[in-house]
């Protein structure tokens, strides 16, 4: 069509001869160049379409995009939540415990005992903090034992030496002692002075 409106055109430009061919050149380019108008115009409309038709589909697509996208985010967001609650269950609080225990046996709270389970690092080393404050908890016992049967003891050497400077003085005798290891002599002083 637009190569004939173009030999029309140009017929018409070089036309000079009857004005009855000329008017019927005007006609024709006239016709096909309205006829060349109506197919661009239907050629824009379908391609005006075709590209709100592409357009919607595009938009669809990027808000669809944009949905999964949040809820990617969303759910990215809730998974991260619950990693957190789990983190701070299985490290911070069992962490928390042992501190508090450790602050308890350090005043003197012996046999405190952290309850932490699991298999993991923290739970060993709970087990260890209690192994360790029962193991004093022990020996703190067996210390305080110790030490009362030697004030006991003490106090029987104590009263036994009483004892014995009451009746040396009341004996009137000379004693003496001898240290066969040392081998060395003990004379009270009584004792002296009758040897003296």
């Not at 809820?71 to 928390?96: C, E, K, Q």
């Not at 104590?158 to 060395?184: C, K, T, V």
Request: no cysteine; aromatic share 4%; proline share 2%.
């Amino acid at each position: 069509e637009l190569r004939r409106f173009e030999q029309s055109l140009s017929a018409l430009a070089t036309a000079s001869g009857s004005p009855v061919r000329v008017a019927e050149l005007q006609r024709e380019t006239t016709s096909l160049g309205e006829a060349l108008l109506h197919q661009t115009e239907a050629m824009s409309l379908a391609a005006s379409h075709k590209l709100e038709v592409r357009t919607t589909a595009v938009l669809r697509g990027i808000e669809r995009s944009r949905r999964t996208l949040l809820a990617t985010m969303a759910l990215v967001l809730a998974l991260g939540g619950i990693l957190v609650i789990r983190l701070t269950r299985s490290v911070t609080l069992p962490v928390g415990r042992l501190v508090a225990a450790t602050r308890q046996l350090s005043a003197g709270h012996l046999g405190v005992t952290v309850d932490v389970k699991g298999r993991d690092e923290l739970a060993e080393l709970a087990a260890g903090f209690n192994a360790l404050s029962g193991s004093l908890q022990a020996s703190y016992g067996a210390l305080e034992s110790e030490i009362v049967e030697r004030r006991a003891v003490e106090e029987a050497l104590r009263r036994s030496e009483e004892r014995y400077a009451l009746a040396a003085r009341a004996a009137n005798d000379g004693l003496w002692d001898w240290n066969f290891r040392r081998d060395r002599i003990f004379l009270s002083p009584r004792g002296m002075a009758r040897v003296g």
